[in-house]
């Protein structure tokens, strides 16, 4: 995937309506070492109707900063920060964004401002699907782009660093998360998004193509 054009000011690009781009801006990753986890999720970057979306800023600061760098861009320049939930090593980097809009799956927090909305981010044409089961509050981002749908998928489906990913339908349904709040809630989520996705980006893990 080519790197996301940062040449446009911020009013040029929201006039801009071009297919959406969808680029994983910073590699997740789990692993434990001495029974302590270091994780991070993957860091998403959309670009649709000239908006640019973060989904999952992660917890590793140097490394969102720096994958932004690469891109030519700074903070500031993005226009909204999604959370599929709300696990502390995948919204620590929202203090990066202190004045940024922060959505999660039906409300968006603009400082002490709670505004609701449904199914899709405003102004945009980013899906907002309900996939709970990993934590009740999760959702997860479908996105048309010229490579097919993508799901962005948070913790729906995740893999430790050593883990082999098995990809075939089953196994994808019926892996095993220890740290799921509920076990059926998260099989139909995994069903639904494998139903309507072409390529799914893992809350950690690499992104795979559905078969």
Not at 27 to 33: H, I, L, S
Not at 40 to 58: A, E, F, M
Not at 95 to 104: A, G, M, Q, T
Request: proline fraction near 5%; glycine fraction near 6%; charge should be positive.
């Amino acid at each position: 995937m080519t790197p996301l054009s940062p040449t446009l000011s911020r009013q040029g690009r929201r006039q801009s309506k071009t297919t959406a781009a969808v680029k994983i801006l910073v590699r997740g990753y789990a692993w434990v070492k001495n029974g302590v986890w270091f994780a991070s999720p993957n860091t998403t970057l959309i670009k649709d109707q000239g908006y640019l979306v973060i989904v999952d800023p992660g917890a590793n600061a140097p490394r969102l900063l720096s994958a932004l760098k690469k891109e030519g861009l700074k903070p500031k320049d993005i226009d909204i920060v999604f959370l599929t939930h709300y696990h502390l090593d995948h919204i620590l980097n929202i203090r990066l964004f202190p004045d940024h809009d922060i959505h999660d799956g039906n409300t968006i927090n603009r400082g002490d401002k709670i505004i609701e909305y449904k199914k899709v981010i405003p102004a945009t044409g980013i899906q907002v699907i309900s996939t709970p089961g990993h934590a009740f509050e999760h959702c997860s981002l479908l996105v048309q782009t010229k490579k097919g749908k993508i799901a962005i998928a948070g913790d729906v489906f995740w893999w430790a660093d050593k883990d082999k990913q098995k990809l075939d339908y089953q196994s994808l349904v019926n892996r095993r998360d220890p740290y799921a709040k509920d076990w059926q809630q998260l099989k139909a989520s995994r069903k639904r998004l494998l139903a309507l996705a072409d390529y799914i980006i893992p809350g950690h893990g690499k992104m795979f193509r559905v078969q």
